[in-house]
């Protein structure tokens, strides 16, 4: 990927369907669920595949980061291979850098993969959506995992906040909201220090608290992802533009957000001009490591 022939990074890019194997259809209502919270999804008329969303970036010239969510122990739904996504990222450098997903209750066996996947797959980082997967980030089931990450010095990307998987099934889903209150990464930050951390979505209803992360963390940064710019709060907008911009990173949750509409809404939503090529490109950039390979 050379950072300077790109318009932007998309740090928060899904992949919904799978090219080797068939989908899975237990638990179709929860995508069906969130294609009426969002309703993109509905207007595009399908998920689109992996092969076709790289398509889409590169006609817009914006590089990105995809991965998928390993929830296999919660929903019991079978995942994306994470060498799928890892090896369509090999033959497309030059537009998609790939992170993993493993659930954190897979014990050894999800560190022996997540090994695998950095060693052999060449994955950048991995996420984590602790809603869906039913674990607070904080939890000593995880820190194994968090071990390895830290010790190849990759990116730990979390979902927080509210959580569009499970809104308006009956009892949300059987998702718990409380999993995913930023406050819980305050101990993984300071407990792994070697480990960049990403704070996925602005994290309403607790948005100060992840702000108060970033700041006091070094290790820790905001991605933007899941909202419209225009629903921004003003406090976050406030310090992304102040004490905070070099820790806020564009992202849109494709295909929940389409990238177009994420970077029309944000040309009018009152980031400064000295930051608002820092939030699309520069800060990725600088997480990533890739200015070495500009």
């Keep these: 990927m050379k950072p300077d022939q790109l318009v932007a990074i998309d740090m928060h890019v899904h992949a919904e369907v799978s090219c080797c ?10 995508d069906e669920a969130a294609d009426r919270y969002f309703g993109t999804v509905l207007k595009l008329g399908r998920r689109p595949t992996i092969p076709e969303t790289i398509k889409h970036y590169r006609e817009r010239n914006v590089g990105f980061v995809m991965f998928t969510v390993d929830c296999e122990a919660n929903l019991g739904r079978r995942r994306i291979p994470n060498e799928e996504i890892a090896e369509f990222a090999q033959n497309n450098r030059d537009i998609m850098i790939a992170f993993a997903s493993i659930d954190p209750h897979k014990g050894k066996m999800g560190v022996r993969e997540a090994r695998k996947l950095v060693e052999q797959y060449g994955v950048r980082g991995f996420k984590f ?18 071990e390895l990450i830290a010790e190849y010095r990759l990116t730990a990307v979390f979902h927080s906040g509210h959580s569009g998987m499970g809104s308006g099934m009956r009892g949300g889903g059987g998702l718990r909201l409380k999993y995913s209150e930023p406050i819980h990464l305050d101990d993984v930050a300071a407990d792994f220090p070697d480990m960049k951390i990403v704070i996925a979505h ?36 406030h310090h992304a533009n102040t004490l905070l911009k070099r820790k806020m990173l564009f992202g849109s949750d494709f295909p929940l957000i389409r990238p177009d509409r994420w ?12 930051v608002r090529p820092l939030i699309l490109k520069q800060n990725a950039v600088e997480l990533l490591g890739l200015a070495a390979h500009a």
């Design 21 to 30: 194997q068939p989908p899975d259809l237990f638990g179709k209502e929860f």
């Design 202 to 237: 602005p994290s309403w209803p607790w948005q100060d608290q992840a702000l108060s992360i970033a700041l006091h963390k070094p290790n820790v940064y905001i991605d933007l992802s899941g909202w419209s710019p225009k629903y921004f709060s003003p406090e976050l907008i």
């Design 263 to 274: 970077l029309e809404d944000f040309s009018g939503a009152g980031f400064r001009d000295e």
């Design 129 to 146: 959506h602790p809603t869906m997967q039913a674990f607070f980030a904080n939890d000593r089931l995880a820190y194994p995992l968090y």
